[in-house]
């Protein structure tokens, strides 16, 4: 579904790259029969094993020839004037340009929550000098990247695409559009919810183990869950409420398990 989506954008792509990051199905012989017969010229770079998502935008941006490179992540479907509203953005001042990103599902309670609670959009209109531009939504100027040094492959999952923006922001202009829409395609079970969750504020790629930073955590972990939690009781709605309030044992206890963990791996 995503790679029909980007095949039907209404500006004109010189290639698309699938990055198969270490998939243990068949994605990449999918992806490959697919650019057989493909409107834009399809190439697939694989990893021989699961090295995280920061190394595979890495990889895209090394394999790509442009001096712009568009991406979307493998549950991101682009509308079909997705790229040309990124590329109206992307003046001689401007090196990244994010879009919006918008829950396709939203029927069961976990992928309700996350699109309450976990936004990737900014708002309906344009912002000049945003803090971060998603990584699974967005143009950028290569030589931008390069600037930065890369995404930072410590990441893993996680955060890579703000500690890249950090990196370029004072030097290089970002313009968030909501103009630019991508549909994303995921599903949650409250499980893998509160697994993502967690991870999305992970600090352990790009802190040093200690007390003093996981108290810290713990701190924003559970302001940004009891803010949830009073959003959806003013809502009246009792099972998001509900699981509000679950991310804050959750997420506190977590955050010790990876202290305990990064400490022993580093004895």
């Known amino acids: 579904r995503v790679l029909a989506a980007v095949m039907a954008q ?7 790259i699938v990055v198969d990051d270490g998939s243990t199905d068949r994605t990449a012989e999918l992806a490959e029969s697919i650019g057989e017969n493909s409107r834009y010229p399809l190439r697939v770079v694989r990893h021989p094993r699961n090295l995280g998502l920061a190394c ?3 990889t895209g941006v090394r394999e790509a020839a442009c001096e712009l490179v568009a991406s979307v992540d493998s549950d991101a479907a682009p509308a079909p004037g997705w790229l040309s509203a990124l590329m109206r953005e992307m003046t001689p001042e401007v090196s990244g340009v994010g879009g919006q990103l918008v829950e396709f599902y939203q029927e069961e309670l976990a992928d309700r929550w996350r699109a309450h609670h976990m936004l990737q959009r900014r708002g309906p209109g344009r912002i000049y000098r945003p803090p971060f531009v998603w990584g699974s939504n967005s143009l950028f100027r290569k030589k931008a990247i390069e600037a930065a040094g890369f995404y930072n492959e410590r990441c893993r999952t996680n955060a890579e695409d703000v500690k890249l923006c950090e990196a370029i922001r004072d030097t290089h202009v970002l313009v968030y559009t909501a103009s630019a829409v991508c549909m994303h395609l995921r599903r949650d079970s409250v499980r893998t919810l509160m697994r993502n969750y967690w991870k999305w504020y992970y ?11 996981t108290w810290a955590s713990n701190r924003r972990n559970v302001r940004r869950a009891m ?10 709605d009792f ?6 309030l679950a991310m804050v044992p959750y997420t506190c206890l977590r955050d010790w398990l990876d202290l305990f963990k990064r400490r022993r791996e580093t004895c």
């Open 227 to 236: 803010d949830g939690f009073w959003q959806d009781l003013t809502q009246g």
């Open 10 to 16: 209404s500006h004109p792509i010189e290639e698309v």
């Open 203 to 213: 600090y352990g790629c790009f802190k040093a183990p200690s007390l003093r930073e």
């Open 239 to 244: 099972p998001m409420a509900a699981l509000s």
């Open 56 to 58: 595979a935008r890495n």
